[in-house]
């Protein structure tokens, strides 16, 4: 599981199979004191790697900047170019949460898991005026239920 922020829009593919992947990196935070006591920042950074329609809701809705959770499991692969072999470590996501779009004060995150997604719906007290609808119409295929 790691929870940050995007540091390059998803970038979208299509495999042979007609699957789709997309990829993006996510910048991970940390602060913490050393042992003379000073306050001390880290960021790490790590490959992501999302398919299906959970890819497609990914590059739909999250760009740099855009915070996430991501919950899933570690893989390297490995592959050869120009003679010399190359590694590379990324989560492949098996969920992702979206975190809250800025501008949007309050605002709850979004889910998206294999082929479901779902926005919560303002609270009761926001009297309907928090809510923020899509630009683009909505597709009744696309409702989890």
């Known amino acids: 599981m790691v929870y940050g922020n995007l540091t390059r829009d998803p970038e979208l593919k299509s ?25 001390q920042e880290q960021s790490d950074f790590h490959n992501i790697v999302v398919f299906g329609r959970q890819a497609e809701l990914v590059a739909q809705y999250l760009s740099k900047g855009s915070a996430a959770f ?27 949460q979206f975190g809250p779009r800025s501008g949007g004060a ?12 779902s926005e ?3 609270p009761a007290h926001a009297g309907g005026s928090g809510i ?14």
């Open 120 to 122: 919560p719906s303002a």
């Open 15 to 39: 495999l042979p199979s007609g699957v789709q992947v997309a990829t993006f990196s996510l910048a991970t935070n940390r602060v913490y004191k050393d042992k003379d006591g000073n306050k």
């Open 70 to 96: 991501i919950e899933g499991r570690m893989q390297t692969r490995s592959w050869e170019q120009d003679g010399q072999k190359k590694y590379r470590t990324e989560v492949v996501a098996d969920r992702v």
């Open 132 to 145: 923020e609808y899509p630009d683009e119409d909505i597709d009744p295929d696309d409702i989890p239920f």
């Open 106 to 117: 309050g605002a709850a995150p979004m889910t998206a898991k294999g082929d479901e997604a």
